[in-house]
């Protein structure tokens, strides 16, 4: 059964299939990583362009690469596994789910980045179809703190004596109720 239309059918009937699974799956990893660093309910959607995963909840810097990169690491591990498990009439169509897991964690990878050069004591929420990120500051008598040196947007909270800068780079930030309630300012 190796040849034949039918079978090609199949595998690429398995490929949709097998793609459609794992963009659900990549996001309940997002998901899970999101409630166990926070205990905060998760929100999962669909825009019509990209799935997602968000929580109103703030994660440090470190907990936040955790969340971004577990999807790609665990599926990476998973998917190679199964390239190296199926017959190999099926190697191709494992291996192109691979390459799509890769390929679909490019924002992860982006934020990653963008979020790297940032001081290390950003907090992050991530609502799912938008992010914003806090860095606690120094108070300064009119000279800007170093975290508001990182980026050319961005505004002060203030809030129990310290600083809060909200970085406004070129991803795509909005204010919420949530962050107005805790730093008692619109963003």
Known sequence: MDDGFGFYFLRLGMLTAGY????????LV????????SGAPV?????????????EAYFTKK??????????????VVLLALCMLVPAPWFWTVYLIQ??????????????????????????RDAGVDMTVY??????????TYAAEASACFRR??????DFICYKCSI????????????????
């Open 20 to 27: 459609a699974a794992y963009v659900v799956l990549h996001e």
């Open 30 to 37: 997002h998901g899970v990583c999101m409630k166990y660093f």
């Open 43 to 55: 929100r999962y959607g669909f825009t019509g362009l990209y799935a997602y995963a968000g929580s």
């Open 63 to 76: 907990r936040y690469f955790i969340i971004a990169l577990a999807p790609v690491a665990v599926w990476g």
């Open 99 to 124: 390459i799509g897991n890769i390929a679909g964690a490019a924002g992860d990878f982006y934020v990653v980045w963008r979020f790297a050069a940032m001081p290390p004591d950003i907090l992050v």
């Open 135 to 144: 860095s606690r500051g120094r108070k300064s008598t009119g000279s800007m």
């Open 157 to 162: 909270f203030l809030r129990a004596g310290l």
């Open 172 to 187: 795509k930030l909005s204010s919420t109720n949530v962050v107005k309630a805790a730093l008692s300012a619109a963003c």
